[in-house]
């Protein structure tokens, strides 16, 4: 072999062996380049899970006092909540605060017409029940999907204690007391204060309270300067208590007469809020004016005003009968007292008994206002509807003279 050729085999075989040795480098760092994307996800993978943990938390609470004293933890505005008992879902829609509502008493249910709440939210039709107050079923309650995070009680001494609901379901219960438009006015706002404050509703509830106050006061004012000798004497029937509508069943508090500082024959600052009359008593006063509730064909019979006052000789007798000043209005007492139509009805009662005073009212405009605030978010002419279905609650006239034969 020559010189040259024994320098060039050695050359060669150092060249392949460098050759090998760089490309097995060039592998190694692609593999390595390769595989740190992956290592990266999963860091970014498990920053996403622990931020998933730390976002879920608790819902924040808060303690509210209810109308018995009970300092009850609740969600702060639930997204979902129940109403048990009269007026519960009627001072939630005040509240525009009714879409929260997942299941209905199933009183609710029963007549719609009648109710300016119900007329307003026409797919409560739809919901599920759970019982009535007193009587709830708390399988139903715990199995209601979404399911409530507050229920709002109507206390009353029958059934469930408000504790005792509350343990049983696992649900916080805030118990209310109802109140009235004229001598508990102020338990009737706690409720909406209370209510307000679970919902993050509060300025909406002092809204509501402004506006009623407010109302009332001009119902005052029109007329707290009228003698009473300048007054015609009047009488409120039909006015609904435990299922009776009868002539006798009367208030002497009532709202539409009591605002307006009317002469009612049946007022008595001792007598209980609604009561029974007797027959010979409303024979003996003999008002000029007689105003009576109203009802749906389901009531109407031997027990309900209108045939009562058509029927009975010695009623229809009555100067006010023979005279035709006898007139239909909506029914304040109906599931409870309805604080909307008990100001609707004042100003009819305004209307015919101080025409000079109301001389600027017009009555369909006066209570597309009233429920258009109260239940319809604002929205008179909603408020105009709800008033129109109103008055078909009944087969007898609402807001006009009744003839008797």
């Not at 029963?110 to 599920?128: Q, R, T, W």
């Not at 379901?169 to 438009?181: N, R």
């Not at 209108?306 to 029914?331: F, I, R, T």
């Not at 597309?368 to 239940?375: P, R, S």
């Amino acid at each position: 072999m020559s010189e040259s050729k024994k320098i060039l085999v050695p050359l060669l075989i150092a060249l392949i062996i460098v050759s090998a040795f760089v490309s097995g480098c060039v592998d190694e760092s692609s593999t390595s380049q390769s595989i740190q994307p992956q290592e990266e996800a999963v860091t970014e993978a498990e920053t996403v899970t622990e931020t998933t943990t730390e976002d879920v938390t608790e819902k924040e609470t808060i303690t509210v006092t209810d109308s018995l004293g009970r300092v009850v933890e609740v969600p702060k505005n639930p997204e979902s909540v129940i109403c048990s008992g009269a007026g519960g879902t009627r001072y939630l829609t005040y509240l525009q605060a009714q879409d929260k509502i997942v299941a209905l008493d199933s009183t609710e249910d029963k007549v719609s017409v009648g109710k300016a709440y119900a007329i307003a939210n026409s797919y409560f039709e739809g919901y599920p029940t759970f019982g009535q107050s007193g009587s709830e079923n708390l399988e139903v309650i715990v199995s209601l999907d979404p399911q409530p995070e507050v229920i709002f009680t109507m206390y009353t001494t029958n059934g469930y204690d408000p504790d005792e609901l509350q343990d049983k379901t696992g649900i916080p219960v805030i118990a209310l007391k109802e109140g009235d438009m004229v001598q508990n006015r102020e338990d009737m706002y706690q409720i909406l204060r209370i209510m307000g404050e679970v919902m993050g509703k509060e300025d909406r509830a002092e809204e509501v309270i402004s506006f009623m106050d407010a109302t009332i006061a001009d119902l005052n004012e029109r007329t707290e300067d009228v003698s009473d000798a300048q007054k015609i004497t009047c009488y409120a029937g039909g006015v609904g208590s435990a299922g009776s509508y009868d002539l006798m069943s009367t208030d002497s508090y009532y709202p539409p007469l009591y605002f307006i500082n009317a002469k009612n024959v049946a007022y008595d600052p001792a007598a209980p809020k609604v009561a029974k009359v007797s027959k010979e008593s409303i024979l003996i006063w003999a008002p000029e004016v007689i105003f009576i509730e109203l009802r749906p064909s389901q009531f109407e019979g031997e027990n309900y005003a209108p045939y009562q006052l058509e029927n009975d000789v010695s009623l229809n007798q009555l100067s006010a009968v023979q005279n035709e000043k006898v007139y239909g209005m909506l029914p304040y007492k109906f599931y409870s007292h309805n604080p909307d139509t008990a100001l609707v009805d004042s100003y009819y009662t305004g209307t015919i008994l101080y025409p000079d005073e109301f001389e600027d009212i017009v009555l369909e405009d006066k209570a597309a206002e009233i429920y258009g605030f109260l239940v319809c978010e604002g929205d008179v002419e909603k408020g105009m509807s709800v008033y129109e279905t109103m008055l078909t609650i009944s087969s007898t006239p609402v807001f006009t003279s009744l003839e008797f034969d």
